[in-house]
């Protein structure tokens, strides 16, 4: 089933107007025919099931049957991500948005390997955000989650702290208790910040940072690659948050 995302302005009475590249997309490249069903999502936060009741290349109309179920998580989760080389970003964005991220925030750290000058910055948060879109359509999920500007390590800190619960995987943190204890306190809060470090690691003075407002926990004793440490605590994070709503 096909997912689209729509402004309510696109509504009129029962029938959704698709218009655009989604209407070209649905068109052209899926070749969508009248009776199909496809979710619609709307930037109010309803969703929908609509059958297709007339398909050109500038426009889909779709009439709505029935009010679709939400996707998304009780808590705002912000993943706060080093910018690690390679395409490891574009994976961390498409898993971390199947498992229900709200914002993802790029952010400078000491040790990152990657050094981005602006034009580059703008280029590659264009790329991300086109991933999250992509990713948000194949997960059914009800929002496209927003891929930030760059920030520094300083910016990054000063946006998390406002959040109910701040954890930051170190892998120098000993014992999983602090994981736990973490992970219990999931449901009650609203927004959530999980801030992952470099190839490199976090440098000394970034956890001393850190540590007025955020939570250092562990992910296990194996040192991860942060691909994977943003892929385990989202997952975590998720889990607890679904087991307890």
């Not at 029935?66 to 998580?73: K, N, P, S, W």
């Not at 690690?84 to 574009?90: C, N, T, V, W």
């Not at 204890?181 to 001393?208: N, Q, Y």
């Amino acid at each position: 089933m096909q997912q689209v995302f729509i402004d309510e302005g696109n509504i009129k009475q029962d029938e959704v107007l698709i218009t655009g590249q989604d209407a070209h997309h649905l068109a052209k490249v899926i070749r969508i025919r009248v009776g199909e069903v496809i979710r619609v999502s709307v930037a109010t936060g309803k969703n929908y099931y609509a059958t297709v009741s007339s398909v050109t290349q500038d426009m889909v109309i779709a009439k709505m049957t029935e009010e679709a179920g939400d996707t998304e998580l009780s808590q705002k989760i912000y993943l706060f991500q080093a910018l690690p080389k390679g395409s490891r970003m574009e994976t961390i964005i498409e898993k971390c948005v199947e498992l229900g991220v709200y914002e993802i925030i790029p952010v400078e750290m000491k040790y990152c390997v990657v050094k981005l000058d602006d034009k580059k910055k703008a280029n590659k948060v264009k790329r991300y955000q086109t991933i999250a879109e992509t990713a948000a359509r194949q997960s059914k999920r009800s929002i496209i989650p927003q891929v930030h500007e760059v920030m520094s390590y300083d910016e990054a800190l000063e946006y998390a702290k406002d959040c109910d619960l701040f954890l930051l995987p170190y892998e120098n943190k000993e014992g999983m208790k602090p994981t736990k204890d973490a992970l219990e306190r999931v449901a009650a809060a609203s927004s959530i910040a999980i801030m992952i470090g470099p190839e490199g690691g976090f440098a000394e003075e970034e956890i001393k940072k850190a540590s007025g407002s955020a939570e250092l926990i562990s992910l296990g004793g194996r040192i991860l690659r942060t691909d994977t440490a943003a892929i385990t605590a989202l997952g975590a994070v998720m889990l607890s948050a679904e087991m307890n709503a």
